[in-house]
């Protein structure tokens, strides 16, 4: 599940700039961000693009577009270099049906995983009402998808009804983590790169999502919104049994791998969200607004431990930053930021050396 964070294929990659520059040559990082973010390029020019994550032998991402060509979310792939070093063009993998999201690498790289709505329906999904306020589409026709890199051989991994997404795999490709109303709450399960032994991990009433596995496998990193008094009870049920959730108060978690030893890392009721581990395995990097919750849209990235220790701000620019991930070998940040953006909510993707 991705933010409203969109704009058509004829602007996807038409920009052109020199490294570190933004379209009116200024700097693409504040002061700030050059402690931790070198070398910055950005790799998309045009759109909403976001949830960009590195295949294992960081020489491409995958990630999914929406444009005013591409209606719908589709999920596409792209080298992180090219040999004359300007803009790849991206290649659309996904049906170009339905909407789509949450796309990941399989280890070995012979395949590819995202979700989509495409069997339920061509069309893309009606949006949300907004009327609620500031709220995610919960989308109950979304199934879970594996396929070769290229799009072909496609195959349904779940087949349960109701929502089910948000899948990333361990480094050995043996398990999958996703998120699924399959027992009637956004709960968190794994179950084997083929679709079977699924087990839910969490059971507690509220959204648990967003998992990424430790890069041992041992441990899982995720967010959550946990209902606590009646009303609130009350209102997460309403706009779950709409398809709907209010992201007001994310706060992230790990836990054990089997579900065990659950722990609050972020206390800050703020909306926290896409965490990634950090290079060393023992912290954790993550989008939050907790910096102007009230505003509600600007967000930024921040590394903390484990333990919710160590907060420090990454990223300073008003407006959107988020779904960091980092390459295999830790020295490469990928993001989707508004930053340099020409048109209201463009959202693309960021590459960056990334700086201990």
Request: proline residues 7%; charged residues 20%.
């Amino acid at each position: 599940m991705t933010f409203a964070v969109f704009a058509g294929l004829a602007g996807f990659v038409s920009g052109r700039q020199s490294p570190g520059t933004s379209r009116s040559g200024t700097a693409l990082l504040t002061p700030e961000e050059q402690k931790h973010l070198r070398n910055v390029r950005q790799l998309t020019f045009g759109g909403q693009n976001a949830e960009a994550y590195f295949s294992w032998d960081d020489k491409q991402l995958i990630f999914q577009h929406l444009g005013a060509d591409v209606p719908c979310d589709q999920i596409y792939t792209m080298p992180t270099d090219t040999p004359d070093g300007k803009p790849a063009t991206p290649k659309l993998v996904s049906t170009g049906k339905g909407r789509t999201t949450c796309s990941y690498f399989f280890p070995a790289g012979d395949r590819i995983l995202f979700s989509s709505t495409h069997a339920a329906s061509a069309d893309c999904p009606p949006k949300p009402d907004y009327s609620h306020g500031y709220i995610w589409p919960i989308y109950n026709t979304y199934q879970i998808y594996t396929a070769k890199p290229d799009g072909s051989d496609l195959k349904q991994l779940t087949n349960a009804p109701g929502y089910n997404a948000e899948a990333t795999i361990t480094r050995d490709g043996k398990r999958i983590v996703f998120t699924s109303t399959r027992n009637g709450d956004l709960d968190i399960f794994t179950m084997n790169a083929d679709g079977s032994d699924v087990k839910q991990l969490t059971h507690e009433l509220g959204y648990d999502g967003g998992p990424f596995w430790s890069y041992d496998g041992k441990k899982i990193v995720y967010r959550a919104e946990h209902p606590k008094t009646p009303e609130e009870i009350s209102n997460y049920k309403d706009l779950l049994a709409k398809n709907l959730i209010r992201p007001g108060n994310l706060e992230l978690w790990v836990m054990d791998a089997d579900g065990g030893r659950k722990h609050q890392v972020t206390h800050n009721g703020a909306a926290n969200f896409a965490p990634y581990w950090l290079p060393d395995g023992k912290g954790i990097i993550f989008a939050s607004n907790m910096a102007d919750p009230k505003n509600g849209r600007d967000f930024d990235l921040y590394v903390i431990n484990e333990d919710g220790t160590g907060l420090e701000r990454v990223t300073y620019h008003p407006g959107f930053d988020g779904f960091p991930m980092f390459s295999s070998d830790g020295k490469k940040l990928v993001w989707a930021s508004n930053r340099n953006g020409t048109a209201p909510h463009e959202t693309n993707i960021f590459l960056a050396d990334w700086v201990e």
